[in-house]
């Protein structure tokens, strides 16, 4: 009995080993983003749990044992969404544990998850988008937050970047007014973006009021900063939670209900206005900055609506009023 007791406690001793070389693997040859590296940590974490619990380890699994750990994921009511990636971390980690011999095979080569569902979140019309930008011109106490609020939202919505991309972009990089903007994105990729007149204007303008901030803090004897939207925090710019509830504040005082902005939503406008005025989608994948096609294609619902108006609207015989005609 004692050896059974001690069986879960050495299963997970071994399991966080395994675990933490994977995570420092993908990490140095995949350029993994820290917030990614989180969350494979914390899925990895959860299913050794739930092994070592039931005399199982992480390493010896069977297939068998696998599919009774996806189920019961299931039981639990997790998302679908969730689910999948649990899945998707487990694929990574025993891929990773064949190609080092951990294991001789790969137990959830063959096992289908519940798939992603590939779902469009609720974007805004132009008209809501305007309403937004000029609610962020007059948002803020003073002339600077307003300068700032004014550049943070037209930046988002003239590129379409993720907001850590947005918070984080060193000043450096908007200097001179520039027409392309480099990105250095997920897993460290860099992309160029185009700027919009408005949004290099807006970046203008607030460079000014940043730069003077600057100079006080540097004859003050304080560091200055290397970000676009520096702040005091740890991260020294402007944090991810900050700007969320910003665009909280922004909508409510456009008279947009907030439930239906996030920073995620402005992402999708930008892209769903651009695919609908014509855009091909692989410069949609390339701006966004997508790795795969397949996380462009849900935009694919705008050309299915776009083609189906110019058929309805273009074609001699697909208008509903057409009669019985019939050749002369």
Not at 291 to 303: G, K, M, P, Q, R
Request: glycine letters at 8%; aromatic letters at 4%; charged letters at 25%.
């Amino acid at each position: 009995m004692a050896g059974v007791t001690g069986q879960p406690q050495s299963h997970g001793r071994e399991a966080l080993q395994r675990i933490a070389t994977f995570l420092d693997a993908i990490a140095a040859e995949g350029g993994a983003a820290r917030n990614t590296l989180l969350a494979y940590g914390r899925d990895l974490r959860d299913a050794a749990t739930w092994l070592a619990e039931r005399g199982e380890g992480l390493l010896t699994a069977t297939r068998p044992v696998l599919e009774s750990y996806l189920i019961d994921l299931e039981s639990q009511g997790l998302a679908q969404a969730t689910r999948a990636r649990r899945l998707s971390t487990l694929k990574q980690f025993y891929r990773f544990a064949h190609d080092e011999g951990w294991r001789s095979d790969n137990p959830v080569l063959r096992i289908e998850g519940p798939g992603r569902a590939a779902r469009l979140p609720g974007t805004l019309s132009h008209d809501e988008v305007r309403r937004l930008l000029d609610a962020a011109r007059a948002h803020g106490p003073d002339a600077a937050t307003q300068a700032r609020n004014a550049c943070l939202f037209e930046l988002l919505y003239a590129t379409g970047l993720r907001v850590s991309e947005l918070v984080s972009l060193p000043h450096a990089a908007l200097r001179g007014a520039p027409e392309m903007m480099m990105v250095r994105g997920k897993g460290g990729k860099d992309r160029l973006v185009p700027l919009s007149d408005p949004a290099r204007a807006a970046v203008a303008v607030w460079l000014a009021h940043r730069d003077r901030a600057e100079d006080a803090a540097r004859a003050a004897g304080r560091p200055v900063s290397k970000f676009l939207f520096p702040a005091r925090g740890a991260a020294g710019h402007m944090t991810r939670m900050r700007f969320h509830g910003l665009v909280k504040e922004v909508a409510a005082r456009a008279g947009i209900d907030p439930a239906r902005v996030s920073p995620h939503v402005l992402r999708h406008a930008f892209a769903t206005h651009l695919l609908a005025g014509g855009a091909d989608l692989r410069v949609i994948q390339i701006l966004l900055g997508h790795a795969d096609l397949s996380s462009t294609e849900i935009y694919t619902h705008v050309l299915d609506e776009r083609l189906r108006d110019l058929v309805l609207t273009h074609h001699p015989l697909a208008r509903a009023d057409r009669g019985d005609a019939t050749d002369a």
